[in-house]
């Protein structure tokens, strides 16, 4: 991580702060440190390189909001099967965990630096990590290895009028998503929370950063 490249200024909810973001992307890098380093000793491909874009980014995604209330402790993983937001206020619905729920944090992780989606137009406090790495095309690909890094953190408190409706071609069988506005996406921007200058950034819109729940 670029440890000077924290926002100290940047507005989370729910009591967690800047510190309880860096410690679970560090818990990340020294998972899947561990996991490739694992995987190189039985002559097996990196994590990133084996598993399909859409899945590596769904687990970057579940790690950081299994991890983020091992740090942050008034905020806890939506115990509620494909409950909504991801992580609740600690104590604040029954067995901490709710369908839908109006408080908490939703997380996302892409590759790409816009063009995050979900399901619905709903509101939420949105926090989307985005990140650099492999894929398992790059070896067909000729793409040369390089490590994961983690490009930036942003989040915002999104409402209904913050989505769009992304829409799909009459042949397509991608299911029917909602994409963050160019206006939202300017909001999560003013409230970074984490940026790493030497990352190269990705333009492209992802396509895989869909939540698979």
């Not at 991580?1 to 940047?10: E, R, T």
């Not at 995604?61 to 509620?80: A, D, L, Q, R, W």
């Not at 206020?89 to 729920?101: E, G, T």
């Given at each position: 991580?670029?440890?000077?490249?924290?926002?100290?200024?940047?507005q989370i909810p729910?009591?967690?702060?800047?510190?309880?973001?860096?410690?679970?992307?560090?818990?990340?890098?020294?998972?899947?440190?561990?996991?490739?380093?694992?995987?190189?000793?039985?002559?097996?491909?990196?994590?990133?390189?084996?598993?399909?874009?859409?899945?590596?980014?769904?687990?970057?995604?579940?790690?950081?909001?299994?991890?983020?209330?091992?740090?942050?402790?008034?905020?806890?993983?939506?115990?509620?099967?494909?409950?909504?937001?991801?992580?609740?206020?600690?104590?604040?619905?029954?067995?901490?965990?709710?369908?839908?729920?109006?408080?908490?944090?939703?997380?996302k992780a892409s590759?790409?630096?816009?063009?995050?989606?979900?399901?619905?137009?709903?509101?939420?406090?949105?926090?989307?990590?985005?990140?650099?790495?492999?894929?398992?095309?790059?070896?067909?690909?000729?793409?040369?290895?390089?490590?994961?890094?983690?490009?930036?953190?942003?989040?915002?408190?999104?409402?209904?009028?913050?989505?769009?409706?992304?829409?799909?071609?009459?042949?397509?069988?991608?299911?029917?998503?909602?994409?963050?506005?160019?206006?939202?996406?300017?909001?999560?921007?003013?409230?970074?929370?984490?940026?790493?200058?030497?990352?190269?950034?990705?333009?492209?819109?992802?396509?895989?950063?869909?939540?698979?729940?």
């Open positions: 991580l670029n440890k000077s490249g924290f926002n100290l200024a940047a729910c009591g967690c702060a800047i510190e309880h973001i860096q410690q679970a992307m560090e818990a990340f890098l020294e998972f899947l440190g561990f996991i490739n380093t694992q995987l190189h000793s039985k002559g097996i491909k990196r994590l990133e390189s084996m598993l399909m874009p859409a899945n590596f980014s769904s687990m970057v995604g579940e790690f950081m909001t299994s991890t983020i209330p091992k740090f942050c402790h008034t905020i806890v993983k939506n115990n509620y099967h494909n409950g909504h937001p991801d992580m609740l206020p600690k104590d604040m619905y029954q067995d901490n965990a709710a369908l839908h729920a109006p408080e908490g944090i939703e997380v590759r790409y630096l816009r063009g995050w989606q979900g399901h619905n137009p709903e509101k939420v406090w949105l926090m989307v990590f985005v990140f650099e790495s492999n894929t398992v095309r790059d070896i067909h690909l000729g793409i040369p290895a390089k490590p994961f890094r983690f490009v930036k953190v942003v989040g915002a408190d999104l409402t209904k009028k913050d989505w769009a409706f992304s829409g799909r071609s009459k042949t397509s069988r991608r299911t029917i998503t909602a994409s963050v506005t160019r206006s939202s996406f300017a909001k999560m921007e003013d409230n970074w929370i984490y940026r790493d200058a030497q990352a190269k950034l990705i333009t492209t819109e992802d396509s895989n950063s869909v939540d698979p729940s």
